[in-house]
């Protein structure tokens, strides 16, 4: 889909030749960019000249990029964050590091804008969710600027701009099934990555290790776990899990044989990287994932029955595999983690009782926990120690959310998921039936976003990137995709405006 075209006229004058002009007019063109590039070599040196030069060429490759296929830069721009944010990575001391995720980003920023220059609808019905993610996200702006200490703008950008991004450009150019369907292969390619990383990881195969910020992590936190290109297992083992999701869709097509196999093949070793980021939070959010597809698409069903039998086979090997790996009972078993947790949560708690409205600040919480931690006594646990407190992160996204955000933050996010949820059911009812956009997909959308929300019981991953961006994509696409009836959808969407 091309946002600019010209017309007729356009052509023409692009094409005239103007002879003598012309050619004065060009030769004076390359002596203006001989000067400034003469500037650029002074103040800059050749290195950043030539670095100057690579970043211009970048520009201009990727606006021609998103003229042609602006779906496509949106696609690149989730597989860049999916680890290979530090490719083509430019240092710049004292200015924000140049590299190409950013430059997607900003890609992805003039996409929507241009979109909505030449005849886009930048609020297309139904608004509602649109209004209540608006307000969420500056909410977020403001209580990092003014109840917080002012100095998280670009975590702001990463956590909360960067999903509605994706949200607005799924809503708005998502429109075609081939769209779905560049998404869905690229989570298949990013999976083999990541399960060649953690393998890597857990054997010490330093040449398959990459980003190499992996290596230079892994003596000195979770030791013994694989990190991948987030540097969290959790993280890590969260993102993976939902990506395996995504295979038993596939799966569920009408494929060739063998490619069914190779998809078979590639969720099996997924499913051992997965493993060795011994991340429970993840194991058990890619579980309750599966057992909603199963649940709402007979689809599914037969391939859950065979993973039961294979789950059964496979926990009493992780029984007598536990027996040998110390760390592998140990995230089974009780890890000593259990009276920190409490004594973050009883931390918590007094921060939100303190600060109900407003919250302590955006990402505040462990700069303020030795206010708010003490000693206290937990039924079934014990006496729990004022330092199992102290300077500790929250671990779950819903007490961090009403503790650094107040109840105004949680209400707004609360009522952007529940405004979705409602929309979801609708689409549901309507039964579509394309090729990509179907009762299978929206059964993997609502499988993976609830697998969300389960993760994040056990980690407050709302700081994280990607991880965020997922579940507001998949908010998109089902709220914006148009209806097999786009007459029928407008008139209903237009009747319920005000229920919505």
């Known amino acids: 889909m091309k946002l600019l075209v ?29 000067f400034l590039s003469y500037l650029a070599q002074l103040f800059l040196g050749p290195i950043g000249l030539v670095a100057l030069a690579g970043g211009m060429l970048a520009v201009v490759l ?50 929507m804008l241009l979109g909505w220059l030449f005849g886009k609808n930048p609020f297309k019905a139904p608004i509602l969710p649109d209004m209540l993610l608006l307000l969420h996200t500056f909410y977020i702006l403001f209580n990092a600027m003014f109840i917080a200490d002012g100095s998280r703008f670009n975590l702001w950008t990463v956590s909360s701009l960067m999903p509605m991004l994706a949200y607005f450009f799924a ?4 429109e075609e099934q081939k769209h779905i369907a560049m998404v869905i292969f690229s989570f298949v390619g990013i999976t083999v990555y990541f399960w060649v990383v953690s393998i890597a990881e857990q054997f010490r195969i330093m040449f398959l290790i990459w980003p190499k910020s992996i290596i230079y992590d892994m003596n000195y936190r979770w030791i013994g776990r694989s990190r991948g290109p987030f540097l969290q297992p959790a993280v890590f ?73 294979l789950g059964v086979l496979g926990s009493t090997l ?15 078993g009780n890890t000593g983690t259990i009276e920190n947790r409490a004594g973050v949560l009883y931390a918590t708690m007094k921060a939100i009782q303190d600060k109900p409205i407003f919250g302590v600040g955006y990402f505040m919480f462990k700069q303020k926990a030795d206010k708010y931690s ?5 039924p079934g646990i014990g006496y729990v120690k004022k330092k199992m407190g102290d300077h ?109």
């Open 171 to 174: 809503k708005q150019f998502f």
């Open 237 to 309: 083992g969260q993102i993976l899990g939902m990506y395996l999701l995504v295979h038993f869709f596939l799966v569920t097509r009408h494929i060739r044989a063998s490619r069914k196999l190779l998809l078979w093949a590639n969720l099996g070793i997924g499913a051992v990287g997965l493993l060795f980021t011994y991340t429970r939070g993840g194991w058990l959010a890619a579980i309750v994932g599966l057992g909603v597809m199963a649940v709402l698409r007979p689809s599914y069903r037969k391939i859950v029955l065979v993973l039961v039998v």
């Open 392 to 500: 500790g992160s929250i671990h779950d996204m819903y007490m961090g959310r009403m503790a650094e955000e107040g109840l105004i933050g949680m209400l707004l996010w609360f009522g952007f998921m529940s405004v979705v949820a409602r929309i979801y059911i609708k689409r549901w009812k309507e039964n579509p039936q394309g090729e990509w956009f179907n009762r299978d997909l929206l059964a993997l959308f609502g499988a993976l976003t609830i697998s969300y929300l389960v993760g994040g019981l056990a980690i407050n991953y709302r700081f994280f990137g990607l991880i965020n961006i997922l579940p507001y994509f998949f908010a998109g696409v089902v709220v914006g995709f148009p209806s097999d009836r786009p007459a029928e959808r407008d008139a209903r969407y237009l009747s319920e405006e005000g229920s919505i």
């Open 62 to 111: 990727a606006g021609a990029l998103a003229l042609r296929s602006p779906v496509l830069v949106f696609v690149l721009w989730l597989v860049f964050l999916s680890g290979f944010h530090t490719v083509g990575m430019i240092r710049m001391p004292g200015l924000p590091d140049v590299s190409i995720v950013r430059l997607l980003q900003i890609q992805v920023m003039v996409i």
């Open 6 to 34: 010209p017309d007729s006229e356009g052509l023409s004058l692009l094409g005239h030749r103007h002879g003598l002009g012309e050619f004065i007019g060009t030769v004076l063109l390359a002596a203006c960019f001989a």
């Open 374 to 378: 003490q000693g206290v006594y937990v």
């Open 318 to 332: 992780g029984i007598m595999r536990a027996q040998q790996d110390g760390l592998l009972a140990e995230r089974i």
